[in-house]
DNA sequence: AGGGGATACGCAAACGTTTGCGAATGCAGG
DNA sequence: CCTGCATTCGCAAACGTTTGCGTATCCCCT
């Protein structure tokens, strides 16, 4: 059986309110007796129970967290960022994986809020689907922040790239170097970068002149076999585009895989650029020219955003993070 | 203020033990009332408080998993398979990520009993250091399943693969593609993977007559950028190995780039095997030949025997997953 | 109609903590 | 020595559930 404040207390022959301020720190128990309780309790192994902490205190130092794939490493290095912000204030966080299935987030939602979590982040799966449950947590007072994505309805704190400027810049990019047809592999779905980086890449091509037919926007779910796919479909038309935006880094797995086994030459036949820098953009043959985030950043400011709800009530946030183009050799020179 | 059973109750004017009766589906309460009770429950917004459930029923639905580096794709995907089997018996999972630092390890598996977790799934960061705490909290009834390292002493449950079998089928492979002199870019520190890697490889190598100098012994911690340096030192020697085993994941990644940097060709000047298969191997130029894990599929069955050990007090059981080998591109045959 | 068993519900204790309050003890100053 | 205040500690309630037990009610059968 596991060790309770109650049997500290009896072993030493005191009550167990003095054994709970003495180990919290509190005043009111001599120094003499703190110690001796604090040895004694650390001889008998006490950990202290937290469901029962939570209960009473109504504060669990727990977090919970919604990400979309877990095995994303864009996600896992913003889980990351999370975890060194509070890990030094010993919180824990409980993590989900949604797996882009909306059901799946409200299920999470609901155990999370069980669970008493003190505060929320969350990449949502959807723009719109759960936001009556996002309402609802938000009205029980627990702060949430969004983060990589967000549900324009709810005026929550969020914080994500500024994917308008990233798309544009990769496509002014393109449009100098001479490209005027473009295709996309695009995120399938409702999701919210997926949404907001094609319809500003048809925004910027309009702008720049640019050709996007419909028959080059190709969408897939965040994997390689559905970007696969779609690179093939695209790269078989009769009239294919220029140039390619690979908007996710799974998916430009994928791609390259794809264009490998059709023996398609990068940037010699067509060229190629990416939404997101991840481990392997770098050092793939050629190395890919793409738009970078910083995930563990976003993590990092999104966790600090939490903490300043929990803490201080802070009045809800919009944070819009910079993206920042990275010129590799993936893009041709058209004259 | 957050609606509990007892406004139910008082609302409906019945007790609260039988509106807990009526929600959890014990028997005892008639259908008509029953449904009165779930119906006012989801009117109200009812949310179970799993702080007062877990503390008086004892369990809270929660597992704690420690992994060394959520970064790290491997690690991710084990995490996935461990939540396929959880979520749908409505369990969270609380992640912590030790960052391969041991007194972070033993923090977080305080913190983590403190939560009152029903189990403990760990990839632990040492082969040894925690062992005291891991013992405590085997002795405190917790269960506990290592995965893909462990901790020898202790004869905990666990799941690994294969390591000395690996091993053997990459030397194997390259003795019989004609190479005789074996370089290793290893896991640095005590980690257990790291460890028995080293060991077999050199238990291999005298076996079949290979050579492994001293200095073609690199090690580094599993990021690129120590990889790189090792891979550099490596290849600035006067005398080079044919070949080299890169013996993690994200290390890989520091060799290929070190290597493209260095303007070395793979396989001509220098030949290249991996232990795991990441996302971008295959991607790679060469394909890069490796001995391939399945993370997700080790997650899966190390949730399983936790929950067997859970549910059923399982004895421990050790389990060792075959490791197989990929054949493709990045050695060269030497006659 | 009466008896008996099943059914439906209420009562209260318990899980391990924290905390306001009161009581007892200590000490210092007059 | 007495008053008064500060310090140290115990008492008991409370957090939101669950659950064993007791009692009242219902239904069915003879």
Not at 84 to 106: D, H, V, W
Not at 272 to 300: H, K, R, T
């Amino acid at each position: 059986m596991r060790v309770t404040i109650k049997q500290i207390a009896s072993k030493l022959g005191v009550n167990p309110s003095t054994v709970s301020r003495a180990l919290s720190g509190k005043s009111g128990v001599s120094d003499r007796l703190r110690e001796k309780i604090v040895r004694e309790a650390l001889k008998m192994g006490y950990f202290p129970d937290m469901t029962a902490m939570g209960l009473r205190k109504g504060h669990t130092k727990v977090i919970g967290v919604l990400i979309p794939d877990i095995s994303n490493p864009f996600f896992a290095q913003a889980v990351r960022g999370m975890e060194k912000i509070f890990y030094p204030m010993g919180y824990q966080l409980i993590l989900c994986s949604t797996e882009e299935n909306s059901e799946r987030e409200a299920a999470n939602l609901r155990m999370l809020v069980s669970q008493r979590v003190e505060g929320l982040l969350s990449a949502p799966v959807d723009s719109g689907g759960n936001s009556v449950i996002y309402r609802k947590i938000h009205a029980e007072g627990i702060p949430i922040v969004f983060f990589d994505r967000l549900i324009p309805d709810l005026k929550l704190s969020s914080v994500i790239t500024d994917n308008e400027q990233g798309i544009r810049d990769l496509m002014e990019y393109l449009h100098r170097r001479g490209h005027r047809k473009l295709g996309i592999i695009n995120l399938r779905g409702r999701s919210f970068t997926g949404k907001v980086r094609l319809r500003s890449a048809i925004e910027t091509a309009e702008k720049l002149g640019i050709e996007i037919r419909q028959e080059w926007i190709k969408d897939g779910n965040s994997t390689q076999s559905e970007a696969y796919e779609a690179t093939v479909q695209m790269l078989s038309l009769e009239s294919k585009p220029t140039a390619i935006i690979v908007n996710n880094n799974l998916m430009m797995l994928g791609t390259m895989k794809a264009l490998r086994d059709l023996k398609i030459n990068v940037p010699k036949d067509v060229s190629l650029v990416g939404f997101d820098d991840s481990y392997w953009n770098q050092i793939f043959d050629p190395p890919i020219s793409c738009i970078a985030q910083d995930p563990e950043q976003m993590g990092l400011i999104a966790a600090t955003m939490l903490l300043d709800a929990i803490f201080h009530h802070a009045k809800p946030v919009q944070t819009v993070l910079k993206a920042h183009f990275i010129e590799r050799e993936s893009v041709s020179v058209i004259s």
